[in-house]
Every structure is written in structure tokens, then in C-alpha cells.
């Protein structure tokens, strides 16, 4: 089963603009998680903020999380057309020891020149 | 080795058949992770490994379906009396270890696209 929520399904914004992704969960967690998928393939890492985190940066991110709204975004600054990708939340519960990821159903942001 | 490394990249197979899928973590990797993505959605759980034991396996969406890790690094997932709703790309990801200390994120292999025909 899917945790988390995206909004929105699809973004579509120029070069140059900012982009901004949220994500809604439903139980507590450790910690949440943003991902990037190009072509349905592999996910690459971008960014982890700590259930006890408010905001994080990281280059051009800038992730926020809300632990009593249980919702998160994520803002893209000054996007280029090489941000074209899925981006997907993954929330990470305790679970048999592990950190068991969960993950929404992704915002598929296109950037156009 | 650098990445996780998943083979075959793509796998047709007709209904019924038996496929085994492999992943190769990052090398010191203890932890790892198999998750199902069928087109648009997100990922899903299947099963973790911690070591060679099989710590979460509620994932797996029935008996037909089996992961192995016997020496704690190269894991197969296996798939038996496949079904055309098997089709879906499989990830496998590994991250140094499991639990609060694993805080770095997961390294994802690039997946491998199963269609069942």
C-alpha cells in the first residue's frame, strides 16, 4: 500500500520558475524522504529530513515537514529543463529493525525552455 | 562494486514461466530492499533483508513470489507461475544499514522491467 499522497499529480512549469511538490502522509514516522525518477527506471536520493527537522536545504531544494499536518514539500528553486523528472516522498516507519520506506504516488514535473 | 547493479535491464516472459531477477548491492551494504512500481504509481514494498535473514517480508503479494540473500550480499527475487499482472518494473535498493542510523537514503538499482505475455 502507498502512504503517501502527491499534489500535484503533474506540474508543468518554464525554466527559470520555482517549483513546489507536496506530499501528505498518514501514520508517524522516523523520517521522510524525497526521491527523482527519470523514465521509470531507477530512483535517485535528493533529500532526508528527520521526523524532529522542520526544514532542510540542499542546493537548489528546500524541504519543509510538518509532523502535525503530516504533509511535506518540496520547492525546486530557479528550475532548469534537466529537473524534468517524477519526484516521489517515501516515508520511513521503524520496521523488523529496518527503515522500511513507504512511497507516494510521485508529481511528474515537466520544466520547458 | 559503485551502484547497485540489478541484470537482466529487461525480462519477457510468457504466463506460467518461472524468472529469477538479481540484485547486487553496494559492496558493505547490510540492508536491502526489493520494491514492485507498476506504471504511474509509486514504488512498493516487497521484502527487506537485513544480512541474509529476511526481516520484513509482508510485502510480497503471495506464495509465488520468494527473495533470497544466502551469503548477505547478491539477493534473487523469484517469481514462480507468473501472471500478466506480475508485469511491473522490480527496484532493489541497499543502504548501509537498517534502523535510525541508516539516515542516508536508499541507493536504488536501475530496475528490471518484467513483461509477462
Known amino acids: 500500500s502507498q502512504q503517501g499522497e502527491e499534489d500535484p499529480q503533474a506540474l508543468s512549469i518554464q525554466e527559470g520558475e520555482n517549483a513546489t511538490m507536496n506530499c501528505s502522509y498518514k501514520?508517524?514516522?522516523?523520517?521522510l524522504q524525497w526521491y527523482r525518477q527519470n523514465s521509470g527506471r531507477g530512483l535517485v536520493h535528493l533529500i532526508l529530513i528527520r521526523s524532529n527537522e522542520r526544514e532542510k536545504h540542499s542546493g537548489r531544494l528546500r524541504v519543509t515537514l510538518d509532523t502535525s499536518k503530516k504533509s511535506s514539500s518540496l520547492l525546486i528553486t530557479a528550475s532548469r529543463a534537466a529537473d524534468t523528472a517524477s519526484y516521489f516522498c517515501a516515508t520511513a516507519r521503524k520496521a523488523g529493525g529496518g527503515n522500511k520506506l513507504t512511497f507516494g504516488t510521485g508529481t511528474q514535473l515537466k520544466v520547458e525552455l | 562494486g559503485a551502484g547497485v547493479s540489478q541484470t537482466p535491464s529487461n525480462k519477457v516472459t510468457e504466463k506460467g514461466k518461472y524468472v529469477e531477477l538479481r540484485c547486487d548491492p553496494i559492496?558493505?551494504?547490510?540492508?536491502l530492499y526489493w520494491y514492485r512500481q507498476s506504471l504511474g504509481q509509486g514504488p512498493e514494498f516487497l521484502i527487506y533483508f537485513q544480512g541474509t535473514g529476511a526481516a520484513d517480508d509482508s510485502g510480497l503479494p503471495n506464495d509465488r513470489f520468494f527473495a533470497v540473500r544466502p551469503e548477505g550480499s547478491v539477493s534473487t527475487l523469484k517469481i514462480q507461475r507468473t501472471e500478466r499482472g506480475d508485469s511491473a518494473v522490480y527496484l532493489c535498493a541497499s543502504s548501509l544499514r537498517g534502523g535510525d542510523s541508516s539516515l542516508a537514503g536508499y541507493t536504488f538499482g536501475s530496475g528490471t522491467r518484467l513483461t509477462v505475455v
Open positions: 501514520t508517524s514516522i522516523n523520517n
Open positions: 559492496s558493505g551494504h547490510t540492508a
